[in-house]
């Protein structure tokens, strides 16, 4: 790829693809991918710090917070004042958050094998190696061009 105007087009590209993602291209209406992505960082460390959420997600404050009402609202997930610090929000999953992330992971799983099997097998570690590569050089430039 020799010319801007190509990288522009695959930004665009990857971009609409991406947006199709966090939508609900694979989640149905249920919730947004991102929101799946919640759940499954609740049940994977057990009890997460709203904090920690902010980092993993790479968002301000007030997104994470967003994202999570939903979540609360629908008895998926309990926000619940630290004992070790009161200033801290910890996160729990519900047994009903438990359910739903199952539930979800057999549609996301569902779409993964869909997607790999789109990429020959003999190229899926290229791939993966390369994509990786192009999402720390994206990262990379936007940490340190940030407007």
């Not at 070790?84 to 992971?105: H, M, P, S, V, Y």
Request: proline share 1%; with cysteine; hydrophobic share 40%.
């Amino acid at each position: 790829m020799n010319n801007n105007r190509e990288l522009l087009c695959l930004l665009a590209e990857m971009t609409k693809a991406t947006r199709c993602c966090q939508q609900d291209a694979i989640l149905g209406s249920c919730m947004t991918f991102t929101q799946f992505y919640i759940l499954d960082l609740v049940g994977k460390y057990g009890i997460l710090q709203l904090s920690d959420l902010h980092a993993l997600l790479e968002v301000e404050k007030s997104t994470s917070t967003r994202l999570i009402e939903p979540l609360v609202q629908q008895g998926l997930i309990i926000k619940e004042r630290s004992e070790i610090d009161c200033r801290a929000i910890n996160l729990i999953l519900t047994d009903k958050g438990q359910k739903a992330k199952a539930e979800l992971w057999k549609r996301v799983d569902s779409f993964l094998g869909k997607l790999s099997a789109e990429i020959p097998v003999d190229k899926q570690e290229e791939v993966y190696k390369n994509a990786s590569l192009f999402l720390k050089a994206v990262k990379n430039v936007l940490n340190n061009n940030c407007c």
